[in-house]
């Protein structure tokens, strides 16, 4: 496996591949779990090669503590990275790397990112969006795979590649669950032993009870602060997103009703 910590490197290996050779494309921002395991794996089976990007993306955060606390699990990382099928990592060092026009350029999308999380979170998905157009384009990827439980992230990033004529395929992957229920995330880290018991009621809650204002009032029962609860009519189906807090940290998830 690979390491490249630079633009021009990784444009350099990409470009010495054979052009029958396929790329699939696995972008994180490191502290990997089993859900990303899981996009790795899939990728590996689908591509002669599969790059992984680690970069905690400090334009998607809004907030500078928030940043600051993104668990960085960098050893073990490189060994999930290893095991599940990655031939490169593509790591850069400084933000400077990836943003040598400090942030000038973005790509902006007008009407789903301002709603759900992007209405807390103002300015998330231009820096989602525009790392990901980068990454995109340094890696020239056939297939690019994202979790279902970043599912309004993935609907965004699906609706850039339609829009810019994207040649990669923007690949969905199901959200990989704990036991207990609980979506993997790379926040879950940061639960302390008693939020790590509370949870897992989260996707509970929103995927058995039907009524938004009932499972609302269960939720903040249960101890969550939560920050929006909305169904969604999307292709016939109707989806329901929550985000809400335990303490200090923030879980999101999703599913199709
Ligand atoms: O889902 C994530 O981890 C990030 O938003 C991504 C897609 C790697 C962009 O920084």
């Known amino acids: ?93 400084t933000a400077e790397e990836l943003y040598p026009d400090h942030f000038h350029y973005r790509v902006s999308e007008h009407q789903f990112s301002n709603e759900l999380c992007g209405e807390f979170r103002p300015g998330h998905f231009e820096g989602v969006l525009t790392v990901v157009l980068k990454l995109l384009n340094l890696a020239k990827a056939d297939c690019a795979y994202f979790g279902e439980k970043d599912h309004q992230q993935l609907t965004l990033l699906s609706g850039m590649a339609k829009a810019f004529f994207l040649e990669t395929k923007i690949v969905p992957c199901p959200t990989v669950r704990e036991s207990s229920g609980l979506a993997m995330s790379s926040r879950n880290l940061r639960l302390n032993p008693a939020e790590k018991e509370i949870a897992p009621r989260l996707f509970h809650v929103i995927s058995t009870i039907q009524d938004l204002i009932q499972a609302k009032e269960e939720l903040v029962r249960l101890g969550f602060r939560v920050e929006y609860l909305v169904d969604r009519i999307e292709n016939n189906h109707r989806r329901r997103y929550v985000a809400a807090w335990l303490g200090d940290v923030r879980l999101i998830d999703n599913v199709e009703l």
């Open 1 to 93: 496996m690979k390491i490249i910590d630079t633009a021009g490197a990784l444009q350099e290996w990409r470009k010495s591949l054979s052009k029958e050779k396929t790329v699939g494309l696995v972008p994180t921002m490191g502290a990997l779990h089993l859900g990303h395991a899981s996009l790795l794996e899939t990728s590996a089976r689908e591509n002669d090669f599969t790059i992984a990007t680690i970069f905690v993306n400090p334009t998607q955060f809004n907030q500078t503590s928030d940043f600051e606390k993104y668990p960085k699990t960098w050893e073990a990382d490189l060994a999930m990275c290893e095991k599940y099928g990655a031939d490169v990592i593509f790591a850069p060092k």
